[in-house]
């Protein structure tokens, strides 16, 4: 019966969509009745309203359960992804509603129109471009196809074309940040990245046997900052295919995407409108994108700044033609640049004025951050009053933003419905019996989310066909894939139900501006070529992950807040960047290990001598330890090509045992539960089957299987433990050595304190108790000048500690002289190892300190940064280990 209500789930869902019902409405409405149905067969069939659950509960539950969910997810303060929409939203209908669009096609056209194909270019590019500040398909399309389609087929360009290129490049909004699409996608990818990460660590646990899983197996996540610079470069690669086709369909065949050539002159006035018309755009594009890329604002903030840069750019563009019209927008950008200027020269926290200098900044800062608000101020003011333009972009921002939280609320319902009739373990049973692994998977899910672009719309599939999907892909470990291509390549899919008919809503935009004489066929025979184009863009995304993944790979690793080499989820990298110096400059690094061997350490500490001499012997060892990693690896992977259809076999097989025992469980459960013997006959029966079936299936595990396993599985610790010791080696080759500069380095400071211990001498016996403890206490910080002064301050500390009774003075004076003499052999071994080993020492760990000392850095330099994010942009299977 579960499988009844929720084929009526969908067909109810289904319906309610065809027939025009309004999302927001269709999805929790289809939930609801399904719960009500289910719950009223149960009673009345078996005498429990949650008999037809198959996930337990009662129908109150699961009809409170989306909205519960909704609720704790998006009331958390860490979970302010959303907030950006209402943002994003108004800064797209402010750029519509001021006309800017109207000048960016007119301009572009005039100065692309004498290429071949011209017009069609300038569209797509205008499209880009309009796509990275407004992002409304809607808008966009409509635009153009007002201004555009006209010009171009008056020019003789084929209405298909034509009508293709402009509903293709109204839809790169949708794939070019900031998109309303990559926010709800990054969203509903942080709860889907949880559950794979949870599905992962049990698939480990169950595998292996170990409790816990390796950080660097677990899922990596995304957010909307992430999904913005992921989506950047396959933006860009659509954009540049859409212009090849253009050049290339105008090349073949002139006559339908003929040059026209601009009547006027491109003197300095041309080339001065073209520089008002495009540089703000492109200004408010680097201002968002580019505060959110340089680390500098997060997703919500630049939010805010395009939302108030949209507004300025209104307020000059509306007020066109009078004198005062570039006032605001001038004041603006003086503004900004004051702030810069201040925030650069000034310290202008306000905690920290102690000179006249300092005032001056906060005053200037005042002044800056002031005119920005008047700058703001009046464009506001400009737009409230022209054509009442504010209030129609703040009630169009209302209503959009609504209908998107509306329509997440009501996914949220029909979701958790899914789950009650298990259309989720239904979901997931089907993907993970697939033969072929991920790949099958992931073919299958693109081909049905490309399908119902055919009748959905972005936002369904986003919020509905996501949260099911995508903790099922991610979990798998034989791709391995981040949570940020993922998100992509749903998103680069999505895309293409603005052009899929019937239902693709570009189509019905253009229709309905387009000009009698451009037929319905045109429209659908136009867009096929680029919905093609949008399905090579996915192949060539799919096949080069690099493209998401370098890009917030970089930033990540690149920030000030970047993870330390340390991390273990950066060791598999920064050891084949390691491996890759070593072969190119082995000779010079062993010549500067050699040189450090031969330095006479006689004049340090016997401790101190041992740790560097065993840490120049780790050093020179660890090039022989990277060769243990190289041969260890390259075994694995030799192996590997016998084992791993073996293992994908058995573990398939495995999956299917779990599953039969997470049944059995519940099934032996419910026999102890039930009353009457007919229900005990049932389950009895249901057991000794799923007993019978779970036999069939461990017959079925080939013999060789266990040995072939432990072999492989000695031959995977072995890499593993040749990686630890090369990690164990390359940490005792380098933090020997920072520290004993760290502690020569000190020595100068140390020098100047003996007259702090010497005045304590003198002046000891005459103090009373609590001052001489003072005294004793301050002598012991003015030591803290220098690292590692124990061997002084530990004899103060038992001075002082005489204070706290009667003190016996002879032991007092005996502490701080014992004081006194560590301190002169401390100053005297430091001062003469600054001129005969400190040097050494530095030539040593610069030399080492991209390779051997990588992991001792406190953050990854550049060259290291960029090789690892390169490195981990492909995606690396991991499956083997589980």
């Not at 101190?608 to 260890?632: H, P, Q, W, Y």
Request: some cysteine.
């Amino acid at each position: 019966m579960e499988l009844f209500f929720l084929a009526l789930l969908v067909f109810l869902m289904v319906v309610a969509l065809a027939s025009g019902y309004p999302v927001a409405f269709a999805l929790p409405g289809s939930a609801i009745l399904t719960i009500l149905a289910a719950a009223l067969a149960g009673t009345i069939g078996a005498g429990d309203s949650s008999a037809y659950f198959a996930e337990g509960g009662g129908p109150g539950q699961w009809l409170s359960a989306g909205v519960t969910n909704f609720r704790g997810i998006y009331w958390e303060v860490e979970r302010d992804t959303l907030i950006a929409i209402p943002l994003f939203i108004f800064m797209g209908i402010m750029l519509q509603r001021s006309k800017i669009a109207e000048d960016l096609l007119v301009t572009m056209a005039q100065l692309f129109g004498p290429i071949p194909g011209g017009l069609g270019i300038s569209v797509v590019f205008v499209g880009a471009l309009l796509a990275a500040t407004t992002g409304i398909v809607g808008a966009t399309v409509v635009a153009m196809g007002l201004i555009s389609l006209p010009a171009m087929l008056s020019r003789n360009y084929s209405p298909a074309l034509a009508s293709g290129t402009i509903c293709a490049s109204g839809t790169l909004g949708q794939i070019i940040p900031p998109s309303i699409v990559l926010i709800i996608l990054a969203d509903q990818l942080a709860s889907a990245v949880d559950q794979a990460g949870t599905t992962r660590t049990e698939l480990y646990r169950s595998s292996t046997g170990e409790l816990t899983m390796p950080s660097e197996y677990g899922v990596v996540s995304t957010s909307a900052g992430d999904m913005f610079l992921g989506a950047f470069v396959p933006g860009l690669l659509l954009v540049a295919i859409y212009m090849l086709f253009i050049l290339g369909f105008a090349f073949l065949r002139p006559k339908y995407a003929p040059a026209v050539h601009y009547e006027g002159e491109y003197d300095a006035r041309f080339w001065g409108r073209v520089f008002v018309t495009l540089v703000p755009p492109l200004a408010l594009i680097f201002l968002v994108l580019g505060s959110i890329i340089a680390g500098i604002a997060t997703v919500n903030q630049a939010g805010a700044i395009g939302a108030a840069g949209a507004m300025i750019m209104a307020g000059y563009r509306l007020k066109q033609g009078s004198v005062l019209a570039f006032a605001p927008a001038i004041l603006a950008l003086l503004a900004m640049a004051g702030i810069v200027y201040v925030t650069s020269t000034y310290d202008t926290n306000i905690k920290n004025v102690t000179t006249a200098e300092d005032a001056f900044g906060i005053r200037m800062a005042l002044v800056a951050v002031g005119a920005l608000i008047l700058a703001l101020v009046w464009s506001g003011w400009r737009v409230f009053r022209i054509d009442d333009t504010l209030r129609g972009v703040m009630i169009d921002t209302a209503k959009t933003t609504s209908l998107v939280f509306i329509i997440l609320l009501g996914a949220a319902m029909l979701t958790s419905a899914f789950r009650a009739f298990g259309g989720e373990e239904l979901v997931k049973h089907f993907l993970n019996t697939l033969p072929g692994g991920f790949w099958t998977q992931f073919v299958i899910v693109m081909i049905v989310i490309f399908l119902l672009g055919f009748f959905l719309d972005f936002i369904e599939i986003a919020v509905v066909v996501v949260p099911i999907v995508a903790p099922i892909l991610l979990a798998d470990p034989s791709a391995n894939v981040t949570a940020v291509w993922l998100g992509v390549m749903i998103g680069l899919n999505i895309q293409t139900s603005f052009l899929t008919p019937p239902f693709g809503f570009a189509l019905f935009y253009l229709r309905g501006v387009a000009p009698a004489t451009v037929k319905t066929t045109q429209i659908y025979k136009g867009v096929v070529a680029f919905i093609v184009l949008q399905l090579v863009a996915l192949v060539i995304v799919g096949f080069n992950p690099a493209l998401v993944n370098y890009l917030p790979n970089r930033l990540s690793l690149t920030s000030e807040n970047a993870p330390p080499p340390l991390n273990p989820k950066l060791q598999y990298c920064m050891e084949n960047y390691v491996s890759e110096r070593f072969g190119e400059e082995g000779p010079v690094l062993r010549a500067a290990i050699e040189e450090a061997q031969a330095l006479d350490l006689s004049a340090l500490p016997r401790g101190l001598r041992r740790d560097l001499e065993e840490g120049f012997e780790a050093a020179a060892d660890s090039f022989a330890a990277m060769t243990a990693i190289e041969t260890a690896e390259a075994e694995v992977e030799t192996k590997a090509e016998g084992y791993r259809p073996l293992h994908v076999a058995v573990r398939a097989i495995t999956r299917q045992i779990d599953r039969i025992d997470e049944n059995l469980e519940e099934l032996v459960v419910d026999l102890r539960r039930a009353d009457d013997e007919a229900a005990q006959a049932r389950y009895s029966a249901t057991i000794a089957r799923l007993e019978e079936e779970r036999e069939v299936l461990e017959a079925q595990i080939p013999v060789e299987w266990d040995p072939a396993h432990e072999t492989f599985k000695v031959l995977t610790k072995a890499e593993t433990d040749a990686r630890r010791l090369y990690r164990r080696q390359t940490d005792n080759a380098y933090k020997p050595a920072l520290e004993a500069l760290s502690l020569i380095e000190g020595g100068t400071a140390l020098a100047g304190q003996r007259d702090v211990l010497t005045a304590l001498r003198a002046d000891i016996a005459g103090l009373d108790n609590e001052t001489a403890e003072e005294r004793i206490r301050e002598a012991e910080r003015a030591m803290d000048v220098a690292p590692d002064t124990n061997d002084i301050r530990s004899p103060l500390s038992k001075a002082r500690r005489e204070y706290r009774r009667e003190p016996d003075m002879e032991d007092v004076m005996a502490r701080i002289d014992e004081a006194i003499e560590a301190y002169d052999t401390e100053v005297a071994w430091r001062l003469a190892a600054q001129d005969d080993i400190q040097p050494g020492l530095e030539r040593y760990t610069v030399a080492l300190a991209d390779t051997i000392g990588l992991r001792q850095q406190p953050r990854l330099p550049e060259e290291q940064a960029l090789f690892v994010a390169a490195c981990s942009s492909e995606h690396r299977n991991i499956s083997l280990s589980f």
